[in-house]
C-alpha cells in the first residue's frame, strides 16, 4: 500500500530558482495538507485543500502555490526560491477536517 | 500564545520506567486531539487518538482534561523502540486543519 508518496526525496536549489513537489495519495482522501518542519518548531501548514479543484492559505503560505487539479494529487511550488525556505516539507490527507492525517515520508528541501 | 504547547523534554528513562507528558491547548473550543509519534528524520505517524473518557493502547494512556485544558500520554513499561519525540495535535473548529505541538521528546536508554 502506497499510502502517500512525496517526490522527491531530496533537492538542493540555488536562490531564485523555482520547482514543485508532488504528493500523490491512493486512499482517495478529500483533505490534502501540505506543511514544512524546521528544527525545534512544530509543524507548519503552509496550504491545505478540501477536495479536487479546492485550495486555501494555512499559517505560513507566502512564497509557496498549491494545486489540486486532480483529487491523488496536490503540488506545491516555490515560485523563486529563498534561503528561508530551506526545510523539510510534508505531505499530508485525511478523509475529513477532525481526522487523522496520514503523511508522506517527507521532501528534503535546501536552498544555498 | 500558542495553540498547542509541549514540554520539549527530553524525557531519558530507563528501560521499564513509566514515563508521562503533558500537552496544553488555547481553543477551548477544540473537539479532536490526537498523539503522533515522529522518529529523527521521518514522517509523523499516528499514535492514538484522545478520547473524552480516556484510552488505552497497549503500554500507552491517553488522557483528556477538558476543565484544564490539556491531553497527556504515559507509556508503561518503557522500550528502548519508544525513543522518539511525540506531537500532540489538537483540531481547530473554525478552519479546516490540525494544529501541532513542537513534541516531546523521549529517549530510553538500556
Known amino acids: 500500500n502506497a499510502g502517500v508518496t512525496q517526490t522527491p526525496k531530496f533537492r538542493v536549489l540555488k536562490t531564485g530558482q523555482s520547482m514543485t513537489l508532488l504528493c500523490a495519495q491512493d486512499?482517495?482522501?478529500?483533505?490534502m495538507y501540505w506543511y514544512r518542519q524546521d528544527p525545534g518548531m512544530g509543524l507548519r501548514l503552509i496550504h491545505y485543500s478540501v477536495g479536487e479543484g479546492t485550495t486555501a492559505k494555512g499559517e505560513v503560505p507566502d512564497g509557496y502555490n498549491v494545486s489540486r487539479l486532480k483529487k491523488q494529487n496536490f503540488l506545491l511550488g516555490l515560485e523563486s526560491a529563498a534561503p528561508s525556505q530551506t526545510s523539510v516539507y510534508f505531505c499530508?490527507?485525511?478523509?475529513?477536517?477532525?481526522?487523522?492525517?496520514?503523511f508522506g515520508d517527507g521532501t528534503r528541501l535546501s536552498i544555498l | 500564545r500558542k495553540e498547542v504547547e509541549q514540554d520539549p523534554g527530553p524525557f531519558n528513562v530507563p528501560e521499564g520506567a513509566t514515563v508521562a507528558f503533558n500537552c496544553t491547548y488555547s481553543?477551548?473550543?477544540?473537539?479532536?486531539f490526537f498523539w503522533y509519534r515522529q522518529d529523527c528524520r521521518k514522517e509523523p505517524k499516528l499514535l492514538m487518538s484522545?478520547?473524552?473518557s480516556g484510552n488505552e493502547d497497549g503500554r500507552f494512556t491517553a488522557q483528556l482534561n477538558r476543565a484544564s485544558q490539556y491531553i497527556s500520554l504515559l507509556i508503561r513499561d518503557s522500550k528502548l523502540s519508544d525513543s522518539a519525540t511525540y506531537l500532540c495535535v489538537v483540531n481547530t473548529l473554525n478552519d479546516y486543519k490540525l494544529s501541532f505541538g513542537a513534541g516531546t521528546t523521549v529517549t530510553v536508554r538500556a
Open positions: 484522545v478520547y473524552s
Open positions: 486512499m482517495n482522501h478529500e483533505y
Open positions: 499530508a490527507s485525511s478523509t475529513g477536517p477532525n481526522q487523522p492525517q496520514h
Open positions: 481553543n477551548s473550543a477544540s473537539q479532536s
